[in-house]
C-alpha cells in the first residue's frame, strides 16, 4: 500500500493535534511552521530571564490533550506536569466586590452565599442545566464533523430543547439576579471571543467543563505543553519544518488529486493538506490560484468575526503576594463596553482586563523575586474600527498599565521588560483575518454545520482545524477539531 503524505500547515494546537493524530495512523505528516517556533498562538517569548506565553493560558478539559498521547502509545505525564490553578478566577469590580471563582462545589457556593445569598438555589438550578448542556454540546458533539445539512437537523430537537437560541448572559438571568454573580458565570464567551449576550447558551457548557475537569497550567508555561507536543510528534516520526511558510497551494487533479505546497525552498505534492492557518488566509492566500476556493473566501469574508485583543507582556522586579493566578477586572460598564467591541467598532475609554500571573503558579517563569505578567483587553477588530496601532498602542498601552496600577502598587517603576502586542499584530504575525484574535465569531448562526467544515465541500484533499472549523475556539475546541476532522480523513482514506 502507498504511503499517504500529508501536509499540516501551521503548528497551533490545532495543527500540532491533527498532526499527531494522522502519524499515528499510519500518515507521513509534514508539519510547516511560518515562525521560528512552533505554537502558533502559543507562541513564546523571552526576555531578561523572563517567559510570557504569548496566548492560551486556561487549561482545561486536560482529557482531550491525554488522548493525543494515548492515540501514540505515550502517557502524557511523560512530557508535561499540569499544575492546578486554585482559585480558577478572582472577580473584581470597581466597586471593590471580589468573587474567587472556584470548582469546589463547597467554596464556590460560599462565594455565592457571600455576594449575592438569595441567589444560592437558582445557581444551582443553573449548574445542573450547564450538566446537560455539557452532556449534548461537548461530550456528545463536540468532536463529531457536521459535513451535512442533514447532521444539524438530527441535533436541532436537542438544541432546542435546552434552549440553545438564548444567549449565554440571557440564560444566566434566568436563574439569578445579582449583577455581579450574572456577570461571574456569564463572561466565559469572551474567552473564546464571543459577545456573552449574543453568544449561545450551548456555551454555559464551560461553567460545568470546568468544574468537572478543573482548570490547569503547565509547569514551564503552556509553551512546555508544546515543546511537549512536538517532542512526541518528532518521536513518532513526524517531520516538523520551522521558518517555512507556505506560500501557495496548487492543486492537481485526477483520481486522487494531489496538493502541491510551495515554500521558498520547495515545491512538494502531497495526497492531503490539514490547514491549521486562518480560515480567511486558507481560502484567499494560500489556495488563491483555485477558483474552487474563491466562493469560500468570499463567504468567510462576510461572515462575523469575533473581537480583537491588545495584550501587554510584562516583567516586574518584584512580587505581589497576594495575586490569583487569573483575574479578571471589570470595567465600570459591562453590556456597554461590550456592544461598543462587538457592534459599535468604538475603542472605548474604559475597558475590562485579564491579567495573568503564571508565577503564582510556576514562580520559574520570572527571575528570583520578580513576576512574570500579561494583561489583555479586548478591542473591535480592523473590520469595524480599523485604528492605527502603531500611534494608539503604546498609549493604550500606558493607560492599561496606569490603570493596573491600583491593584499592583509601584507597578510601573518596577517593569524591567515589556511588548505590545496590538490587532495590527494579529493580521501581520499570525495572518488573522481583520486581526480577529479567534477566528469566526462563536454565534449559533455560525456553529457545527454554519461554520467552515472540517472537510472542504469542493476541493477534494483538504481539511480545516482550528478556531475557524468545528467546534471552535480555545484549547478544548482546537484540540476537538483536530479529532473531528482526523475521523473524516481516517473515514475518507480507510485509515
Known amino acids: 500500500m502507498v504511503e499517504l503524505r500529508a501536509a499540516v500547515i501551521g503548528s497551533g494546537f490545532g495543527g500540532l493535534a491533527a498532526a499527531i493524530r494522522l502519524q499515528s495512523s499510519g500518515v507521513k505528516v509534514t508539519l510547516f511552521e511560518a515562525r521560528d517556533k512552533p505554537g502558533g498562538r502559543a507562541y513564546v517569548y523571552q526576555d531578561q530571564g523572563f517567559t510570557f506565553d504569548a ?3 486556561v487549561i482545561t478539559a486536560p482529557q482531550c490533550l491525554e488522548e493525543l498521547f494515548t492515540a501514540a502509545g505515550r502517557r502524557m505525564a511523560d512530557y508535561v506536569e499540569l499544575l492546578p490553578v486554585t482559585p480558577f478566577y478572582r472577580l473584581v469590580w470597581p466597586d471593590g466586590e471580589t468573587f474567587d471563582y472556584s470548582g469546589d462545589a463547597d467554596k ?30 461537548y461530550d456528545e458533539l463536540g468532536a463529531v464533523p457536521f459535513l451535512r445539512f442533514w447532521d444539524m437537523l438530527r441535533v436541532a430537537p436537542n438544541l432546542a430543547a435546552l434552549r440553545a437560541d438564548r444567549s449565554v448572559y440571557g440564560t444566566v438571568s434566568r436563574y439569578v439576579k445579582s449583577e455581579h454573580l450574572r456577570q461571574a458565570l456569564s463572561f466565559h464567551p469572551l474567552l473564546v471571543g464571543g459577545h456573552p449576550y449574543r453568544t449561545s447558551a450551548i456555551y454555559t457548557l464551560i461553567h460545568h467543563l470546568e468544574r468537572k475537569w478543573g482548570v490547569w497550567f503547565p509547569r514551564g508555561g503552556t509553551g512546555a505543553l508544546i515543546r511537549g507536543l512536538v517532542k512526541l510528534f518528532i518521536e513518532i516520526g513526524g517531520e516538523l519544518r520551522l521558518n517555512t511558510p507556505v506560500r501557495s497551494i496548487h492543486v492537481e487533479p485526477g483520481q486522487r488529486p494531489k496538493h502541491f505546497v510551495t515554500t521558498d525552498a520547495a515545491r512538494e505534492p502531497f495526497d ?42 510584562f516583567g516586574t522586579r518584584k512580587r505581589y503576594p497576594e495575586l490569583a493566578h487569573h483575574t479578571i477586572l471589570f470595567g465600570p460598564r459591562y453590556k456597554g463596553l461590550l456592544d461598543d467591541i462587538f457592534g459599535k467598532g468604538v475603542l472605548a475609554d474604559d475597558f475590562s482586563l485579564y491579567l495573568h500571573a503564571p508565577t503564582v503558579t510556576d514562580p520559574s517563569l520570572a527571575p528570583p523575586g520578580g513576576e512574570a505578567f500579561y494583561v489583555l483587553s479586548p478591542v473591535p477588530h480592523l473590520g469595524t474600527a480599523p485604528v492605527d496601532w ?17 491593584h499592583l502598587p509601584g507597578l510601573r517603576e518596577s517593569i524591567v521588560t515589556r511588548r505590545v502586542f496590538t490587532p495590527a499584530d494579529f493580521a501581520h504575525e499570525l495572518g488573522a483575518h481583520q486581526g480577529s484574535a479567534f477566528s469566526v465569531a462563536p454565534l449559533l448562526t455560525q456553529s457545527a ?29 482546537v484540540v476537538n477539531s483536530a479529532k473531528a476532522t482526523v475521523s473524516v480523513i481516517q473515514k475518507d482514506y480507510s485509515l
Open 55 to 57: 496566548g492560551p493560558t
Open 390 to 406: 502603531a500611534t494608539v498602542g503604546p498609549k493604550y498601552a500606558d493607560r492599561i498599565l496606569e490603570a493596573l496600577e491600583e
Open 449 to 477: 454545520y454554519f461554520r467552515p467544515h472540517n472537510r472542504d465541500d469542493r476541493i477534494p484533499g483538504l481539511y480545516l482545524v482550528g478556531a475557524g472549523t468545528h467546534p471552535g475556539a480555545g484549547v478544548p475546541g
Open 272 to 313: 492531503l493538506v490539514v490547514s491549521n492557518a486562518d480560515v480567511h488566509h486558507t481560502y484567499s492566500k494560500l489556495y488563491q490560484a483555485e477558483p474552487r476556493a474563491m466562493p469560500m473566501a468570499h463567504k468567510v469574508e462576510r461572515m462575523t468575526w469575533s473581537m480583537s485583543l491588545v495584550v501587554i507582556y
Open 108 to 137: 464556590l457556593e460560599s462565594e455565592i452565599r457571600r455576594i449575592a445569598p438569595d441567589d444560592l438555589e437558582g445557581y444551582r438550578r443553573f449548574y445542573k442545566y450547564t450538566q446537560k448542556v455539557y452532556a449534548k454540546g
